[in-house]
């Protein structure tokens, strides 16, 4: 039997009050951190991505035998577990279809494992490049998705602050298949009119006024104009190869459509564009704004005829998502696998120096004190290397950013150590690295075949296919020439 409420027996002048409660709180309210063996509840099957957090792993959950994403952050002695809470806090209360969902925390031993949805279609850049007719009607159909999500999220004033391609991903592999918005470990709540001042984003998509460190909401619409403009024609509109130039860029170089693939760009994507990406975020659109712009509406709703995207864009995004991958991959090997403690025993030191709370990472705080308390004294630029190592823009640098950004690597790099690597991925020893080597290799990273693909087309200069010694060599001597610069 159900329960309910009897009549009263007398009358009173007691009035009834209601309440109005939030459903999304209701809906949440039993996500929240507990301790356990997170091996109890998930079988864990494989690593899908990592990064200076920890790593991200696919998992199991054996009540309902479905698929969820585990995030697990290694666990220090001085980790602030209610500062690494405050992904889980905001998303919890946060419900739309397009904005990733989280399940549990499970704190066990060594680590904190946020439980979240388990997106299978792969990030959104991938998709376009695999497409065979992307156009602008797709695009808008995209945008929207997103924005939708933007809009939610700035309507109960929380701000993302580091939205790019890598933080947009599709459901599943279906053709509709919704995009979803991840990664809010960098998001926060705002106050209407009031400023931020913590420099977070990465570095081709961050707002000008975030490099100021004088921002409020609207950083999100500027980050969404640069993902749609990439997705029209396949690059950045601020490109450089150096970090500091790109900023430089993002302050001053107005927008820009040159060339011939925006010759078949719609004069109002254009234009919307240009409203997303002014300078002074006082003029810029709003993300309501965004949201009804007449492009994204009618072009997502196919209520005009539609346009196709030039196919020198999808090779412009190819070639602009795989620059410099398998060297990063390769100078990680060298720097944690073929490089003694004693010869980086001198940063090692400074690294234990400078990292104040003992956490294992190196805020920007702790590394301008560290430059300001002895970093003069060394060879060594440690605000450079902040700026240029911390792609992510998160404001951390772990211990392998570190030792990859201050390494010495025109002692490093040594020709033995360079045929070492290289074997690592010529497995049959035939002096050439073949597709289904790096494949072999970097399958179980989360690297698809596709993006293998394009590094090897990067390297290989005499077009065969492969990458011979001379190429590899060739590949790795950018990291020599820059070393010299920090």
Not at 138 to 147: R, T
Not at 418 to 425: G, R
């Amino acid at each position: 039997m159900g329960c309910c409420l009897s009549k009263p027996t007398k009358k009173t002048n007691i009035p009834v009050q209601r309440t109005k409660t939030k459903s999304l709180i209701i809906k949440n309210a039993l996500v929240h951190l507990v301790k356990g063996n997170i091996s109890d509840k998930y079988k864990i099957l494989k690593k899908i991505g990592d990064g200076g957090f920890g790593v991200v792993k696919l998992g199991i959950h054996k009540e309902t035998n479905s698929k969820r994403a585990i995030k697990s952050i290694h666990l220090s002695q001085n980790m602030d577990l209610e500062k690494m809470m405050d992904e889980v806090n905001i998303l919890k209360n946060l419900d739309h279809p397009n904005i990733i969902k989280v399940f549990e925390v499970i704190q066990d031993i060594t680590s904190l494992n946020i439980i979240m949805e388990y997106c299978s279609g792969g990030e959104l850049f991938d998709r376009i490049k695999a497409s065979n007719g992307f156009s602008e009607n797709i695009a808008a159909k995209y945008m929207l998705d997103i924005v939708s999500a933007v809009r939610y999220c700035h309507e109960v004033n929380i701000v993302h602050r580091d939205l790019k391609p890598e933080n947009i991903l599709f459901e599943s592999l279906e053709p509709d298949a919704r995009l979803k918005i991840i990664d809010f470990g960098t998001s926060q709540h705002f106050r209407p009119k009031e400023k931020m001042r913590k420099f977070i984003g990465t570095s081709y998509y961050v707002a000008p006024e975030v490099i100021d460190k004088n921002y409020d909401q609207k950083c999100d619409v500027w980050s969404l104009g640069v993902i749609l403009y990439i997705m029209l024609c396949g690059l950045p509109p601020f490109y450089s190869k150096n970090e500091s130039e790109i900023f430089e860029k993002i302050k001053k170089m107005p927008v820009a459509f040159k060339g011939e693939v925006w010759n078949t760009v719609s004069d109002e994507a254009k234009a919307l564009i240009q409203k997303m990406l002014r300078k002074d975020p006082g003029s810029r659109y709003s993300i309501n704004e965004v949201y009804l712009d007449p492009w994204i509406q009618n072009r997502a709703h196919n209520r005009v005829p539609d346009q196709p995207i030039a196919k020198v864009a999808m090779s412009n995004m190819k070639n602009f998502r795989a620059e410099n991958y398998l060297q990063k991959i390769t100078l990680n090997y060298i720097i944690t696998q073929l490089v003694s403690n004693e010869e980086i025993d001198d940063l090692r030191n400074i690294f234990q120096q400078i990292d104040k709370n003992g956490d294992g990472k190196l805020s920007k705080e702790e590394i301008e004190e560290g430059y300001t308390n002895f970093g003069r004294g060394l060879d060594l630029d440690i605000l450079e290397i902040m700026e240029q190592c911390d792609s992510d823009m998160n404001g951390y640098l772990d211990y392998t950013e570190f030792l990859i950004a201050a390494a010495n690597w025109q002692k490093v790099l040594s020709n033995d150590r360079l045929v070492s690597a290289f074997k690592v991925y010529d497995k049959d020893g035939d002096g050439k690295i073949s597709l289904k080597e790096l494949v072999n290799a970097l399958g179980n990273a989360g690297v698809d075949e596709m993006a293998i693909s394009e590094m090897i087309g990067l390297a290989d200069r005499n077009g065969d296919g492969e990458i011979d010694f001379e190429e590899f060599k060739e590949l790795m001597k950018v990291k020599t020439a820059e070393s010299n610069r920090i």
